[in-house]
């Protein structure tokens, strides 16, 4: 278990676009689990490459239902919308208002390499549209709709 050092807003290698990944090396693999475990470590529902460094085109989310992998994704289709809080792991204690599609197909390779078809919906349509975002050099600051916050947490859940 690896845990990476995420990096923060204001660091310049999140305004940049990420590279392709042409081949699933030994570092690729690597890089995934250190990626899931920096992410699960952080409490994080997504982790982009760029976060933890590395400019390729790598997504790893978990929003409830196992870990999925993403290498090169593409959203292909978007349709609805759905309004609400968003965080980042690069923006931590903060949150703000942000309006994604409510249903999003991807195409990507998984870590063996294999296309795959993802379509979420709700919460994991809105982790693969924030990290496919950061692939491109973009952080949902970008999007929010009024002013950035401090995260409110219930007092029950601590």
């Not at 890089?31 to 933890?52: I, K, N, S, W």
């Not at 994604?100 to 709700?122: D, Q, S």
């Not at 349509?125 to 990290?131: D, G, L, M, T, V």
């Amino acid at each position: 278990m690896a845990i990476r050092k995420i990096r923060t807003m204001g660091d310049k290698i999140l305004t940049k676009k990420c590279r392709q990944v042409e081949e699933v090396t030994p570092r690729i693999r690597q890089l995934v689990e250190d990626m899931l475990d920096t992410m699960y470590d952080a409490c994080g529902v997504g982790l982009a490459a760029p976060q933890v460094g590395i400019l390729k085109r790598i997504v790893v989310i978990d929003v409830g239902e196992g870990p999925l992998v993403l290498i090169n994704p593409v959203i292909t289709q978007t349709s609805g919308e759905q309004t609400g809080e968003e965080g980042c792991l690069s923006l931590p204690g903060k949150s703000g208002v942000v309006t994604r599609p409510n249903l999003v197909t991807v195409k990507a390779w998984n870590e063996n390499m294999e296309e795959i078809t993802v379509t979420g919906e709700g919460l994991l349509a809105r982790a693969i549209c924030h990290e496919c975002d950061h692939l491109e050099g973009i952080m949902y600051v970008e999007h929010v709709e009024g002013e950035i916050h401090d995260v409110e947490y219930d007092s029950e859940e601590e």
